[in-house]
């Protein structure tokens, strides 16, 4: 069995800047997404931070405290990071995903609304698929919508303005 060599080259302006788009796009569109949560859901961001943590502890989540608040929040940052660098790194070779931020943002958060109510919800220890009104449904895509659209500007920002 012959070992191949992946070649990784270096993107326009270093690693450097993909992994600040990472941090900046993911840390502050998670952080605004659990305010816009509160607001949608008319809860402090600490009930927020519980029903996240409710993610991997279910139920006791809700009693669960300060403890259970700063696990939701470090999943909240795990998840957002994620998504974050599932837009920015496929960016470094789809150009329009920077050049077309705005419209990539757009419908990058759909992907993410999709994605998170349907799929990672159900999986995780809550075990339902969120049951939205019309006027629910609208308020938490817009809330994507801007998640994707502050991930999208950090790319373009940080990796699509080095590229020239």
Do not use: C
């Not at 931070?49 to 939701?72: K, N, P």
């Not at 795990?78 to 470094?92: D, N, T």
């Not at 705005?102 to 994605?115: E, I, M, P, Q, S």
């Amino acid at each position: 069995m012959n070992a191949q060599t992946v070649s990784v080259q270096r993107p326009p302006g270093g690693w450097s800047r993909v992994a600040l788009a990472i941090l900046v796009g993911g840390l502050i569109a998670g952080t605004l997404d659990i305010g816009a949560a509160a607001l949608i859901n008319l809860a402090s961001p600490r009930l927020i931070l519980r029903f996240i943590a409710g993610g991997v502890q279910g139920g006791a989540a809700l009693q669960g405290g300060t403890a259970s608040e700063w696990l939701g929040l470090v999943l909240q940052w795990a998840m957002s990071l994620l998504i974050a660098a599932a837009f920015v790194l496929p960016a470094l070779r789809l150009r329009w995903m920077t050049s077309r931020w705005v419209a990539a943002g757009l419908a990058y958060g759909v992907v993410v609304f999709a994605v998170m109510n349907y799929v990672v919800v159900p999986l995780s220890a809550w075990h339902r698929v969120n049951h939205f009104t019309p006027g629910s449904f609208a308020m938490n895509l817009a809330a994507m919508l801007v998640f994707g659209l502050i991930v999208a500007f950090a790319a373009r920002k940080f990796v699509g303005a080095a590229r020239g």
